[in-house]
């Protein structure tokens, strides 16, 4: 069992700041990359950032410049800086791992149950 456990979602005006957190636990026998995406209503998931374990990144075009991933000293861990918040940034955002949970296993993909961001005046 994996388990994704995330924090830090709220309420910030625009041109606010919110810092996502994410934790992996459980049967994990090693992560080739976190992430973070985000659903909002009526719409698909899309991806927001990723993190590779050689510490690689990526972003989404709408958040470059304005959101940056990072991982914890743990390397289990990973998190999301928000700044200068826009309402479209509104949405679930879900905490991702691409992990293998023994040697023998291919890598798969395990969420989080999300996180709540509400960007408004």
């Known amino acids: 069992q994996v388990q994704l456990v995330e924090s830090g979602g709220g309420l910030v005006q625009p041109g606010g700041s919110l810092r996502l957190s994410c934790a992996a636990s459980?049967?994990?026998?090693?992560?080739?990359?976190l992430g973070w995406y985000r659903q909002a209503p009526g719409k698909q998931r899309e991806l927001v950032a990723t993190?590779?374990?050689?510490?690689?990144?990526n972003y989404a075009d709408s958040v470059k410049g304005r959101f940056t991933i990072s991982r914890g000293s743990a390397k289990n861990t990973v998190y999301l800086q928000m700044n200068s918040l826009k309402p479209e940034d509104t949405a679930v955002y879900y905490c991702?791992?691409?992990?293998?949970?023994?040697?023998?296993?291919?890598?798969?993909?395990?969420w989080g149950q999300g996180t709540q961001v509400t960007v408004s005046s």
């Open positions: 459980g049967s994990i026998f090693s992560i080739n990359a």
């Open positions: 993190i590779a374990n050689a510490g690689s990144t």
């Open positions: 991702n791992a691409h992990l293998r949970t023994d040697y023998f296993s291919r890598p798969n993909d395990y």
